[in-house]
């Protein structure tokens, strides 16, 4: 048996990785690169496996870092089964349709800028909708066998509706190993989702590292300061741009908007939710109330018993028409807005109008990576290019580090140690390198396990 990591290994995005067993050869995840100067080359490179030979894949979760280049994998020749969760299913059915979208735009933008040296889109919105036939849902805690040698149990991982930490039992021969993938694992304590599941027994381990190196500022503290900026910004007769994951992020900070107000804290509030796919996200979570935790099941009540007046104004904007007269909105709006990395999508329009506006904010709620242009308003960088336009940045820039849908680095090592002895081998992914090696420094010293910290593209027999 042997693993090659093909992603995600000392960086956070492109999560791939490549079981090779005598009969039978499987992916987990196939996520895109996201940020960085050579993101785009390496989306659009040829994959380094024959994507033929693969027999199945399984996936985490539904964010594109991790699952949108499945819709290439299948253009490329892979005719299998996608197992993930029922959840995961659903997203997706939104998520790579507008992936495809994007890579539709983005494509057509570089041919009417650079002619004939422009790449098409990696995939089409129709190769997106194709892809998911391949999708095989499947139940948290239901054990099922993708091939003779593999069976496979999704459990929950809390980091957005649908994540999953992914155990498996391979068995070669005489030979037999349990591995287990940690995916995204969500903090703690966070609303809406329930905690991660402890795993007790793996030979190998992939932990992912996103924050494995720090520590989230707790999460009254965050609230407190999202209470203050909205409030001093709307009163000051500025906007609230929120660059936001659609998946998650945009429902956990409405979940919070409408418990502030309940609370007293804030109240008219005028929100708009400019993110087509968010909103349809937002659909599919309340869809699935199952998966809630007991505060997310509380505040629903408090909503549907209080009159429509005392609670905030929800707009989901449809169309782009009602997207370009957002822009026209000089006061009072509270704009959340898909990329979370403010790279693509409907953001760049509201940051490019509100940006150079003093009397405005920026709320950052999540992981920005490297060479994004969220990464460089966090880094505070006075100007910034959108649009092909050199923009002052004015507008005040908050980073509220506790609404990480990931773990931090305690929270990690809590997860950690929730195994009975340590892993077999364990390998940390899903993190930049400082990240990386701080959670592996903090594994050895503190657990005394024996983990590997693999490059992009290295093998490692099991």
């Known amino acids: 048996m042997k693993i090659r990591f093909l992603g995600a290994a000392r960086e956070v995005t492109g999560s791939c990785y490549l079981i090779e067993m005598e009969r039978c050869r499987f992916l987990v995840d196939c996520g895109m690169v996201q940020g960085g100067r050579d993101a785009v080359d390496r989306n659009h490179h040829a994959f380094d496996f024959d994507p033929r030979a693969i027999d199945f894949v399984l996936l985490t979760h539904a964010h594109i870092d991790h699952s949108g280049l499945l819709p290439k994998l299948a253009l490329a020749g892979f005719g299998g089964p996608i197992y993930t969760t029922r959840a995961t299913a659903d997203l997706l059915g939104v998520m790579l349709p507008d992936s495809g979208h994007i890579q539709e735009v983005e494509a057509d933008r570089a041919t009417r800028r650079h002619r004939s040296n422009a790449a098409g889109p990696i995939y089409t919105v129709r190769d997106a909708k194709d892809s998911l036939a391949q999708l095989q849902p499947v139940d948290y805690e239901k054990r099922f066998s993708p091939h003779p040698e593999v069976d496979c149990c999704f459990r929950d991982a809390g980091h957005i509706l649908g994540s999953a930490i992914i155990e498996l039992w391979l068995t070669e021969g005489a030979r037999s190993c349990k591995l287990v993938a940690s995916g995204d694992l969500g903090q703690p304590g966070r609303p809406i989702l329930r905690d991660p599941i402890r795993i007790e027994q793996a ?18 503290a965050t609230l407190d300061e999202l209470a203050q900026v909205v409030e001093t910004t709307l009163q000051r007769k500025g906007n609230v741009i929120v660059p936001a994951f659609a998946v998650g992020r945009t429902q956990e900070l409405l979940y919070h908007l409408h418990q502030l107000t309940e609370q007293g804290r804030l109240r008219d509030l005028n929100i708009y939710v400019d993110s087509p796919m968010a909103t349809a996200v937002t659909k599919i979570t309340r869809s699935h109330f199952e998966l809630f935790d007991t505060e997310a099941r509380r505040l629903r009540q408090w909503q549907a018993q209080t009159h429509p007046s005392r609670l905030p104004k929800l707009h989901f904007v449809a169309d782009v028409a009602e997207s370009k007269a957002l822009n026209q909105v000089r006061s009072g709006a509270i704009i959340i807005s898909a990329s979370g990395m403010c790279d693509a999508g409907r953001i760049k329009h509201h940051l490019r109008h509100n940006l150079g506006r003093p009397e405005c904010s920026v709320l950052i709620t999540g992981f920005q990576a490297g060479g994004t242009l969220g990464r460089r308003l966090v880094d505070g960088d006075k100007q910034v290019r959108i649009f092909g336009e050199e923009l002052a940045v004015r507008a005040s820039i908050h980073t509220l580090g506790g609404f990480s849908a990931h773990a931090d680095q305690q929270a990690l090592l809590d997860w950690a ?24 420094q903090q594994l050895r010293t503190r657990l005394n396990w024996t983990v590997d910290m693999p490059q992009r593209g290295q093998s490692f027999t099991l």
Do not use: C, W
């Not at 030979?203 to 009254?220: A, C, F, M, Q, W």
């Open 203 to 220: 030979d190998v381990l992939l932990i992912e590292s996103t924050y494995g190196d720090r520590n989230h500022k707790d999460l009254p």
């Open 417 to 440: 140690g929730g195994f009975l002895r340590p892993p077999g081998r364990s390998f940390v992914v899903h993190g930049e390198a400082a990240a990386a090696d701080s959670l592996a």
